[in-house]
């Protein structure tokens, strides 16, 4: 049901016109000297598109309209000042398009404002907040339009000059999707991309690892470019590796973002993710010459050793039957290349993690888990699950049997 003095196109709500009618006669002939003027400027497809404009806007067809408008401001031939493509033609029937609609196209707008007029380009996205209020999903479009250019505010060091305000209106509007915005819609993907963007500002790489997926969850790969998907695949494998608690790479392992890093010199991202996953120190090793390039990860050399270290006590017990999970001292520090010594603290870390669960017998120097964390496997781990399962189902049989052979005895002494 629509408020007094809103008008509904295609089922959805819009904004009223309550201007009066000698101004809307002045604005449309303003609409149709601008459009007249461009057409004249224009040549080839380009004056076609102008009078496509003029034939929709004549006949008021409003939803096809904005269609059109949509694709010009996100793809603006040469020359195209959206600023006055805004005052002089979207300005006038913006009240009788879809909301949402409304603020998408408004986007790029404020984006070409803003290399010239910073101020003026969140000014405008204040602006179009205001109008487009009556729509949740479109008043978060906006919103996240602004996260976006307050991001690309940066001082001369190239750092955002508006961290704390964007940092409120992250937690604001993910409060404001969680609790109204059911479902996956577009603005997921709008404001996942965003929040992954300010948590790579701020260096968290853990919250950008679990953000970027969320992004590449609900988008459609076959949007990006070949290089655009190259970087998320860089981006996405590094904050895996240096990312706090970030121990489950399985389902980074299994997206498809990661094809883009073959044939590339950054191929060895994937092979070092692999390494991790199967707690493959030797694996990972191999790779030192290619990732000791990167400073980030030379730096965190230790770190990422450690990481390295409990994801290999993680696969160690995982390749044990649930029977023989029994370690020794000398089985753990082996596997995770540590010294004898460094067997109890790096068990403990383990269990203070929650990665595993169980218990040490300093006495007899062996350590018993009873418990690992789950995570997505790849084919080799899911075979050596595959094989367990086997032995299990032989070890059930065997005692049914057992079971069936003596059942007389064991009833007659009953």
Known sequence: MTTPGELVVSGQTTISDRRPRTERHTNMERVEQYLS?????AKGDEADLYQRFEQLYSKKLWYELANEVKKVVYAPPLGLDLKEFYDSFISDFEHRINLLQLAEI???IAN???????DGALAFLEKMGRTVKKDVQAKIRVDVGQIKLRLDNKDKN???VDID???ALIESTRKEIDEKVHGVQSVHVAF???S????????DYASYYREALRYLGVEDLTTLTTEEKHVHAVLLGFAALLGEN???LGELLAHPILHALENTAEVWIKHVLDAFNEGNIDKFNTYEREWSEWDDLKRRKSGLMNKMRLLALMELALQRTSKNRQLTFSEVAKACQVEPDKVEHLVMRALSKKLIRGSIDQVNGEVLISWVQPRVLNEDQLRGVANRIVEWTKDVSGMEDLVAANARDILTKA
Do not use: L, Q
């Open 158 to 160: 190239e750092r955002c």
């Open 106 to 108: 408004t986007i790029p």
């Open 112 to 118: 070409y404002i803003f290399a010239k007029d910073r």
């Open 246 to 248: 970030i121990y489950n």
């Open 37 to 41: 003027r461009k057409k004249k400027a």
């Open 165 to 167: 305000t964007v940092r």
């Open 196 to 203: 992954s963007v300010y948590y790579k500002e701020i260096g």
């Open 192 to 194: 996942y991309k965003v």
